[in-house]
Nanobody, 123 residues
Framework: QVQLVESGGGSVQAGGSLRLSCVAS????????MGWFRRPPGKGREGVAA????????YYSDSVAGRATISQENSENTLYLQIDNLKREDTAMYYC????????????????WGQGTQVTVSS
């Protein structure tokens, strides 16, 4: 089992920046890829960004490409997501997720999920 705990959410004005963190514990050696997903109010879950633990190849959704950076500190089992130039449509519950053999923005491919951290962007 892998446990994931997110932090760093909050309220921010449009145009600002936010950095989310996710700490993984447990059988982290089983994790090949980690990602960030979000669920906007009244909408379905969507993939935001993902990164291979080995090699660091990254993937981004079109909605955040150019504004977001996913990164990791493997020695600390910590995943980060920085989003700049935040927009109101970035308002959502953000979830950290981990999986073994695949990597991308498809939520069903992820086995482990955190509880989420809320991001609210106001104009």
């Amino acid at each position: 089992q892998v446990q994931l705990v997110e932090s760093g959410g909050g309220s921010v004005q449009a145009g600002g920046s936010l950095r989310l963190s996710c700490v993984a514990s447990g059988y982290t050696s089983d994790v090949g890829c980690m990602g960030w997903f979000r669920r906007p109010p009244g909408k379905g879950r969507e993939g935001v960004a993902a990164i291979w633990r080995l090699g660091g190849t990254t993937y981004y959704s079109d909605s955040v490409a150019g504004r977001a950076t996913i990164s990791q500190e493997n020695s600390e089992n910590t995943l980060y997501l920085q989003i700049d130039n935040l927009k109101r449509e970035d308002t959502a519950m953000y979830y950290c997720a981990a999986t073994g053999l695949t990597c991308g923005l498809v939520g069903s491919e992820y086995a482990y999920w955190g509880q989420g951290t809320q991001v609210t962007v106001s104009s």
